[in-house]
DNA sequence: AGTCCGCGAGAGAGCGCTCTCTCACCCTCT
DNA sequence: AGAGGGTGAGAGAGCGCTCTCTCGCGGACT
């Protein structure tokens, strides 16, 4: 009731300062920074007793102030650029929590953090963009999976730095990591050839996707220079239910079929189903491989042989890069191009 | 070769402040930053002319500025606290990955965002927690998934504004959300009694585990409620692996098994393969009920029934708690119980 | 017509830190 | 022994913004 601020008397305990700190350690400001921050050339005698005043009167570094003098933040965007309205349901995808793994432990090495954003609208592309131009991360990590995404494009005129998870799709002179999705598709192709298979199928992703587009294409050649010329395609949009209903569509094409490669697990899951459903057995009657080897490729009877890309790799370089480039805004564009690997397992 | 750095030269185009707009404008600093900040007080003429200004000589605010003297960031440290050495994996599943997306989603409304931490380690914890004394957060939301995490409690006593999801394990005067684990498993119980299951059994969690103690005691409490007094019961780790051991347990303790409800949906699929592996049909013989509605109930054959649980808007709302608690320091800490819904499908 | 009130605008004081520049000192080399 | 170089410490100038305080003006009320 009568409590009064009586901003006189009340001497107001403010947080402790650097300039706290020296005044206590008897040294000047700038002694303090520096030990504060690590730098080496302080005497050994300054920078305990400059130790000891932090720890008796208990400060604590602001980092706005620090960031405002050094224009550094210690901070990365990591841009998840869905499709437009693909809102926050894109996150229950492991792909991007393995993203956000490597990205993390890769920059809390370096004692820095990444900030998530999510891009699926003009407003939040935007965000995200004045985010790193308003100071508030050194620069962006852009995992774009749709075709002609505009966010890499925004971010190269606008100067931010920037390296991308997967290749741009109209080619942009920026640094990515990207998998060799042709490479996959082949190892799935050698794999299928060396089982015997002769009547071979590949449920291929979205037309637009230049990752889609490789692993289709990739496949094909592998088919061909195993000396089998035609593939049967059918198309599904990386969902189980496509994969489905691609397989059943395949079967009645070719019931002769005797291998298969979907361009994802999640398809190849759907098509399991759909081959055990019209009882061929896998992989007696019919070799299936997938790609990605997410969770639901180890889950399956039999479990899927499939692809796997080192997502958690993949995000730690890309970081990496990130890094080199604020280290020096010289620092060329650069593609850095992974190998997937065959893992395998019952299916094939 | 003889590029000259001629420091009083160069004009040096220095990026412009809130200073050039009030001087482009014709105005002062501070009508300037109302403005920016969208206060209403300010006369629209001169709202425009500094709109004007801002455009047209490209002004973007700082952020670090800005938080210096506002002392807020308007960014929210995400703390994933596996346990000890879990790493950068843990992103994998797509548990974090919901509740990442409920919690960005939710602040971006407010424009504001999360910075994601990893805490697996005594280091990682103290990182965790000085980013937010250092006011590089607002405040804290604190994801642990392993009992005795003392994460919570460093918080609180450092007195930083945080919020978690799930009750810690030592009760603490801190606000969190949860799910109400034992509804979920009475859930269970109740669907399994009403399919007749008289020889019931189920797959728990780890035994430290809140929410694995939670679902094995509703479970049971419910089943009793129903008639059926005992419960077999096997233990697993939550993996798909376990899932398949303690099935087989079970099924050589309790041939005559008709009903089972598995901790989670990762030891659902072990048990529902385990079974199909000892010539049980699903539902037909065992009926079978999950935890989670993950990914995986929906890839099986037959389709896992299963109990889902609102991970994004308990995330959402665990993030709102924290910005209440930031707009009200004096906020009491509050529990939030989540109910859990029956999601059916194939396998009951 | 005079006074009071309310509201919009400007002035200015920092927020806490980094970093360059300068200086003092000591050691080494000639 | 003198000059030069190297190293560590201090001084001080900001970084760009927010926010309180003050002031001036116009309208309403007496």
Same mark, same amino acid.
């Given at each position: 009731?009568?409590?009064?601020?009586?901003?006189?008397?009340? +001497?107001?305990?403010?947080?402790?300062?650097?300039?706290?700190?020296?005044?206590?350690?008897?040294?000047?400001? !700038?002694?303090?920074?520096?030990?504060?921050?690590?730098?080496?050339?302080?005497?050994?005698?300054?920078?305990?007793?400059?130790?000891?005043?932090?720890?008796?009167?208990?400060?604590?570094?602001?980092?706005?102030?620090?960031?405002?003098?050094?224009?550094?933040?210690?901070?990365?965007?990591?841009?998840?650029?869905?499709?437009?309205?693909?809102?926050?349901? !894109?996150?229950?995808?492991?792909?991007?929590?393995?993203?956000?793994?490597?990205?993390?432990?890769?920059?809390?090495?370096?004692?820095?953090?990444?900030?998530?954003?999510?891009?699926?609208?003009?407003?939040?592309?935007?965000?995200?963009?004045?985010?790193?131009?308003?100071?508030?991360?050194?620069?962006?990590?852009?995992?774009?999976?749709?075709?002609?995404?505009?966010?890499?494009?925004?971010?190269?005129?606008?100067?931010? +730095?920037?390296?991308?998870?997967?290749?741009?799709?109209?080619?942009?002179?920026?640094?990515?990591?990207?998998?060799?999705?042709?490479?996959?598709?082949?190892?799935? =192709?050698?794999?299928? @050839?060396?089982?015997?298979?002769?009547?071979?199928?590949?449920? @291929?992703?979205?037309?637009?996707?230049?990752?889609?587009?490789?692993?289709?294409?990739?496949?094909?050649? @592998?088919?061909? @220079?195993?000396?089998?010329?035609?593939?049967?395609?059918?198309?599904?949009?990386?969902?189980?239910?496509?994969?489905?209903?691609?397989?059943?569509?395949?079967?009645?094409?070719?019931?002769?079929?005797?291998?298969?490669? =979907?361009?994802?697990?999640?398809?190849?899951?759907?098509?399991?189903?759909?081959?055990?459903?019209?009882?061929?057995?896998?992989?007696?009657?019919?070799?299936?491989?997938?790609?990605?080897?997410?969770?639901?490729?180890?889950?399956?009877?039999?479990?899927?042989?499939?692809?796997?890309?080192?997502?958690?790799?993949?995000?730690?370089?890309?970081?990496?890069?990130?890094?080199?480039?604020?280290?020096?805004?010289?620092?060329?564009?650069?593609?850095?191009?992974?190998?997937?690997?065959?893992?395998?397992?019952?299916?094939?």
């Amino acid at each position: 009731m009568s409590q009064i601020r009586s901003g006189a008397m009340t +001497p107001a305990r403010r947080t402790p300062t650097l300039e706290d700190v020296a005044r206590e350690a008897g040294v000047s400001r !700038a002694t303090a920074s520096r030990v504060v921050n690590g730098q080496e050339n302080v005497d050994a005698g300054l920078r305990l007793r400059v130790i000891d005043a932090i720890a008796s009167i208990g400060y604590v570094p602001n980092a706005a102030a620090a960031a405002l003098v050094s224009r550094r933040t210690g901070t990365v965007a990591l841009v998840m650029s869905g499709s437009d309205g693909s809102a926050g349901q !894109a996150f229950a995808d492991p792909f991007f929590g393995r993203i956000i793994g490597g990205v993390v432990t890769c920059l809390r090495d370096r004692s820095m953090r990444a900030t998530v954003q999510l891009a699926d609208s003009a407003k939040a592309r935007n965000d995200a963009l004045d985010l790193v131009r308003r100071g508030g991360a050194d620069g962006a990590l852009l995992v774009s999976t749709h075709a002609n995404d505009p966010l890499p494009r925004m971010f190269l005129e606008a100067g931010v +730095p920037a390296v991308l998870f997967a290749r741009p799709s109209p080619r942009l002179p920026i640094s990515y990591v990207d998998l060799a999705h042709d490479q996959g598709a082949a190892l799935a =192709a050698d794999r299928l @050839a060396a089982r015997g298979c002769r009547t071979v199928a590949t449920i @291929a992703g979205p037309a637009e996707l230049p990752a889609a587009i490789d692993r289709l294409t990739g496949f094909e050649h @592998a088919m061909e @220079a195993h000396g089998v010329p035609y593939v049967h395609v059918a198309r599904g949009n990386f969902t189980a239910e496509s994969g489905e209903r691609a397989m059943t569509a395949l079967l009645a094409t070719a019931p002769d079929l005797d291998g298969v490669f =979907a361009a994802n697990d999640l398809m190849a899951v759907g098509a399991l189903r759909a081959l055990q459903l019209a009882g061929r057995s896998v992989p007696d009657d019919v070799a299936l491989i997938g790609f990605d080897d997410s969770q639901p490729a180890q889950l399956t009877s039999p479990r899927l042989t499939t692809i796997s890309q080192p997502l958690e790799a993949m995000a730690a370089r890309m970081t990496e890069m990130l890094l080199e480039r604020l280290a020096d805004s010289a620092k060329p564009p650069e593609p850095q191009i992974f190998r997937p690997v065959l893992v395998e397992r019952e299916s094939a």
